[in-house]
């Protein structure tokens, strides 16, 4: 075997090693998105569909076992909401993660004055609302409530393969280039016969 099959090979090997890897990753968040919601843990608040936290939480310590949540910074913005900035910290896939989070809550009044109802539990109510939101982004916990879902792209590792080994037909530099769009996606299920096609032409030229 040649210097040059030698160099592929190992190309070859790391590039669908890293792209398993991320496929791996994304499977998992994938069948978290992909589940539905059941509907006595989804409540309207102005018109707006929200997924209650105990579901969510539930969920987290699930799938995401050992997960924590730092506040980092608490503020009122004036005397109409309260703003919580935290901190999630999950183990995903052999990695622990972290990710922030802003959300703000509206501050209660009593009806026709500026007497606070019980600003308390508003104060809980933003770190509630910003741990959600942080689920939601992170975890991909309710994303059929959330509208998050979207169609999965991951090439298949057979695809990744014919690429590959019809890259490797063609020259070295074209191996390398393909390897490095599939790493960053530029090539997924979305263009993969275009661009098999296109390799195929090139290696019959």
Same mark, same amino acid.
């Given at each position: 075997?040649?210097?040059?099959?030698?160099?592929?090979?190992?190309?070859? $090997?790391?590039?669908?090693?890293?792209?398993?890897?991320?496929?791996?990753?994304?499977?998992?968040?994938?069948?978290?998105?992909?589940?539905?919601?059941?509907?006595?843990?989804? &409540?309207?608040?102005?018109?707006?569909?929200?997924?209650?936290?105990?579901?969510? !939480?539930?969920?987290?310590?699930?799938?995401?076992?050992?997960?924590?949540?730092?506040?980092?910074?608490?503020?009122?913005?004036?005397? %109409?909401?309260? $703003? *919580?900035?935290?901190?999630?910290?999950?183990?995903?896939?052999?990695?622990?993660?972290?990710?922030?989070?802003?959300?703000?809550?509206?501050?209660?009044?009593?009806?026709?004055?500026? %007497?606070?109802?019980?600003?308390?539990?508003?104060?809980?109510?933003?770190?509630?609302?910003?741990?959600?939101?942080?689920?939601?982004?992170?975890?991909?916990?309710?994303?059929? *409530?959330?509208?998050?879902?979207?169609?999965?792209?991951?090439? %298949?590792?057979?695809?990744?393969?014919?690429?590959?080994?019809?890259?490797?037909?063609?020259?070295? %530099?074209?191996?390398?280039?393909?390897?490095?769009?599939?790493?960053? !996606? &530029?090539?997924?299920?979305?263009?993969?016969?275009?661009?098999? $096609?296109?390799?195929?032409?090139?290696?019959? $030229?």
């Amino acid at each position: 075997m040649s210097k040059k099959d030698n160099k592929i090979t190992v190309l070859n $090997e790391q590039s669908i090693k890293s792209v398993e890897s991320r496929k791996q990753h994304h499977s998992y968040h994938k069948s978290v998105s992909n589940m539905k919601t059941p509907q006595k843990y989804i &409540e309207k608040k102005m018109g707006l569909d929200y997924v209650k936290y105990g579901y969510m !939480r539930d969920l987290a310590d699930k799938f995401y076992p050992g997960w924590s949540w730092t506040i980092i910074r608490c503020a009122a913005l004036g005397s %109409e909401a309260y $703003e *919580v900035h935290g901190r999630l910290k999950w183990f995903d896939n052999g990695i622990w993660r972290e990710g922030d989070c802003v959300a703000a809550h509206r501050i209660q009044k009593k009806k026709g004055s500026d %007497e606070f109802v019980d600003v308390g539990n508003d104060l809980k109510a933003a770190n509630t609302d910003t741990i959600k939101k942080a689920f939601n982004m992170y975890m991909n916990i309710a994303d059929d *409530v959330y509208r998050n879902q979207i169609d999965d792209y991951e090439l %298949e590792t057979s695809q990744i393969h014919q690429l590959l080994d019809t890259a490797g037909n063609v020259n070295e %530099e074209t191996h390398r280039t393909i390897a490095e769009k599939i790493d960053t !996606r &530029e090539i997924n299920a979305y263009n993969f016969e275009q661009s098999l $096609e296109k390799l195929k032409g090139m290696k019959n $030229e």
